[in-house]
């Protein structure tokens, strides 16, 4: 995965041990996107460290002591002398232990026995404490976040230091603070947290295990409920938004990572951001879109580089929140949407993922959506593509899937009687009526809305539809407990299709 050859992992008692440590991490923090993905969105992220030697630290529980015992550690590190950072990772691999944490806090004086670490002088001794704050963050005890708020200054100080190891502990121990209540929040505001990520950002932008870190931070602060009075709009002022859209593209060598944090900052930006235009004139919108085009090429190839599809998933809520936005209508075809090959990139993702990552597939289509809505542009080259047969395929798939198909092919037929000819063309009746006999009622609305659509255009469409049975499927819909569904199909038949079907049977 992209944290492969950046991810501090744990040592390992041999190359076999360490591959399947690695691996179960992998999968942890793949878990941890998806959660987000699914809306669980605020998540907490647990840094290993990989430098230790000791054989027992490839255990990933701590071993659970008594007060005395985490007493007489902390007295251990008080005492000083040359083996102060031994006695700190001593204290860190005891914090391991979930229960140890409420054990440390309640102990006097043993936040700023840590903090009195991370801001003196010994480089190894200030890495120590900042793991142990890291391992403290990631407690699920309330209140233990709040015994950390003396050590909030030095961490964001940190955030410039030439240790990117520190830098990066840091980051991830604030991103993990963050999501523990107003006080918290509200302190890091006061001390300059979003300056000091955008600084990081700017300054760190040849590191990408700490761009990633940072990207993850900010992702938590704009994940906020307040975020849109208190956060974006300094992100916004901060100038960050034109670092954010150079991260998206992903490197090579270092894998996703850094693009798929960006790319989830951008899209929380975007979808609540009040003035979505500015966001336009900074490439947003040109950027997820040349980048999407790649990644549907990617795809179509059978790319199965893994965390592809984890950056699919932020880049297309992005654009399709700034289709919804209305900003990219009324001053032609902005840079980036011009390019037909998107269609085609949002086409393969509905096909590819269809049966690994069903959702996706979902948020394609209303990628495709926003797209068509309003604009003949995007309705004629999607019929000029041949994209409609590929639409149809997916009608008979349920889950808001054939929903916004029907929404789509709505769109299309709203443009007159050239585009409903083409559908037509393209096999729309048939799927009609099989649509028609679903039992999902917003399905069988939309179908009748599309017909409607087609039929009022075109006299020739309405005699094939009867030609295809559609009269009896019609009559049928009157007798169901839908009362909407009724009345369109009743003025259906009375405007549209019984003279055709009077022409085809007479009597």
């Not at 002591?65 to 040359?82: A, C, F, H, I, T």
């Not at 004139?281 to 059978?302: D, H, M, N, R």
């Not at 092919?409 to 050239?418: E, M, W």
């Amino acid at each position: 995965m992209w944290r492969l050859k950046s991810v501090h992992h744990k040592a390992s008692r041999s190359a076999k041990d360490l591959e399947e440590f690695k691996h179960k991490r992998r999968e942890h923090e793949k878990a941890l996107r998806q959660a987000r993905r699914d809306r669980q969105l605020i998540s907490k992220r647990l840094l290993l460290n990989e430098d230790e030697q000791d054989k027992e630290f490839m255990e990933t529980d701590g071993i659970p002591v008594s007060p005395d015992q985490m007493l007489e550690m902390l007295r251990s590190v008080q005492r000083g002398g040359e083996d102060k950072a031994t006695h700190l990772a001593v204290l860190r691999k005891a914090l391991r232990d979930p229960q140890t944490h409420l054990i440390f806090t309640k102990l006097e004086s043993s936040m700023y026995v840590l903090v009195g670490q991370l801001s003196g002088h010994n480089a190894q001794c200030q890495l120590e404490a900042a793991r142990c704050l890291h391992e403290l963050s990631h407690s699920l005890h309330p209140g233990v976040e709040q015994s950390c708020l003396p050590a909030t200054p030095y961490l964001l100080t940190y955030l410039s230091s030439p240790c990117a190891k520190l830098t990066e502990l840091c980051l991830y121990t604030l991103g993990n603070l963050w999501t523990e209540g107003a006080v918290t929040k509200e302190k890091l505001l006061a001390q300059g947290i979003v300056p000091a990520l955008a600084n990081c950002i700017q300054n760190q932008r040849g590191n990408l295990a700490v761009v990633e870190a940072a990207c993850f931070t900010l992702s938590q602060l704009l994940q906020d409920k307040e975020a849109a009075d208190t956060v974006i709009p300094l992100v916004i002022s901060s100038g960050l938004v034109p670092h954010l859209t150079s991260i998206l593209t992903p490197d090579p060598e270092f894998g996703f990572g850094p693009a798929i944090e960006c790319a989830w900052c951008l899209h929380y930006i975007v979808s609540r951001a009040v003035d979505a235009s500015a966001l336009l004139t900074q490439g947003v919108l040109s950027q997820c879109c040349k980048l999407l085009i790649t990644l549907g090429g990617a795809v179509s190839k059978g790319s199965t580089e893994e965390g592809l599809e984890l950056l699919i998933w932020p880049l297309l809520r992005c654009l399709g929140n700034l289709l919804a936005s209305g900003v990219c209508k009324g001053a032609g075809c902005p840079v980036g949407l011009e390019d037909a090959r998107l269609l085609g990139a949002l086409c393969v993702f509905c096909q590819s993922y269809l049966s690994s990552h069903f959702a996706l597939t979902r948020e394609s289509l209303w990628v495709l959506n926003n797209l068509t809505a309003g604009s003949t542009v995007f309705c004629s080259a999607l019929l000029f593509c041949n994209i409609v047969p590929v639409l149809l395929q997916l009608l008979p798939f349920s889950k808001g899937i054939n929903t916004m198909v029907l929404r789509i092919l709505g769109n299309v037929a709203h443009n007159g009687t050239g585009y409903c000819v083409q559908l037509t063309q393209a096999g729309l009746l048939p799927a009609l009526c099989a649509t028609l006999k679903m039992a999902d009622p917003d399905v069988v609305t939309l179908s009748l809305e599309v017909l409607y659509l087609v039929t009022a255009n075109s006299p020739q469409i309405a005699e094939e539809f009867v030609k295809l049975n559609g009269v009896s499927l019609l009559e049928a819909i009157q007798y169901n407990n839908e009362k909407e569904q009724r009345l369109r199909a009743a003025y259906l038949l009375d405007h549209y299709l019984h003279t055709h079907s009077t022409a085809d049977n007479p009597s």
